[in-house]
């Protein structure tokens, strides 16, 4: 089945760095990627959602500046945290969908963000 | 504004008992339901996909069924095992295939041996 990789899974990093985070579909083309953020014991949020080539469409309330997306090839998709701050440690998840069936999301491991 | 929830939050069942799940959504105008099932600290692992056209689907000791006109769907685990304990999600996808997944509360359950 199609499969969707992340890297890294875990990092922790000092506040006001950034980190990047990057998903990758191995065995097939990814058109549209989804970032989620998962905070302990909550469900997934949507933040953001890219197609390749084109720019990111943010959720509400979803700073773009801080969270920059770039989905610049069908099988990578990268999220970067700008200037992370302790409120931004989360479990981020992505997801993609395109072939082999467009109408399913392929979601990877996750990365677990702890900010110091 | 479309909103799913799930009840309970989190369930504690011996093994070998049926149990339910319930996820239900304010806005019955679905295009699909997922149920998923998340492991701690680990992404999403897809159990069930029901079109808005279907009332269930089965696999293995799942099943799921949709209703709809009540806005509800539930996960049916028979006989029910300590390695299905972990997080389940229901998702629901609203207008069309290439829509955005709105995420239940998450049930968390666990199955004493």
């Known amino acids: 089945g199609a499969v969707v990789s992340q890297h890294p899974s875990w990092v922790i990093c000092k506040s006001g760095t950034s980190v990047k985070i990057e998903c990758r579909s191995l065995?097939?083309?990814?058109?549209?990627m989804f970032w989620y953020r998962q905070f302990p014991k909550q469900s997934l949020m949507l933040m953001a959602t890219s197609n390749e080539g084109s720019k990111a469409t943010y959720e509400q309330g979803v700073e773009k500046d801080k969270f920059l997306i770039n989905h610049a090839s069908l099988t990578l998709s990268t999220l970067t945290v700008t200037s992370a701050h302790p409120e931004d440690s989360s479990f981020y998840i992505c997801?993609?969908?395109?072939?082999?069936?467009?109408?399913?999301?392929?979601f990877g491991p996750g990365t677990r963000l702890t900010v110091l | 504004k479309q909103e799913v929830t799930q009840i309970p939050a989190a369930l504690s069942v011996p093994e070998g008992e049926n149990l339910v799940l319930n996820c239900s959504f304010t806005?019955?105008?679905?295009?699909?339901l997922q149920w998923f099932r998340q492991d701690p600290g680990k992404g999403l692992t897809s159990l069930l996909l029901i079109q808005s056209s279907q009332r269930e689907q089965t696999s293995g000791r799942l099943n799921a069924s949709l209703d709809k006109s009540s806005g509800r769907s539930t996960l049916y685990i028979a006989a029910s095992q300590p390695g299905d304990s972990a997080t389940y999600l229901c998702a629901v996808k609203y207008g069309g295939a290439t829509n955005k997944l709105i995420f239940g509360t998450g049930t968390l359950l666990a199955v004493q041996p």
């Open positions: 997801s993609a969908r395109g072939l082999p069936s467009t109408d399913t999301q392929y």
């Open positions: 806005d019955s105008a679905i295009y699909n």
């Open positions: 065995d097939f083309q990814a058109t549209t």
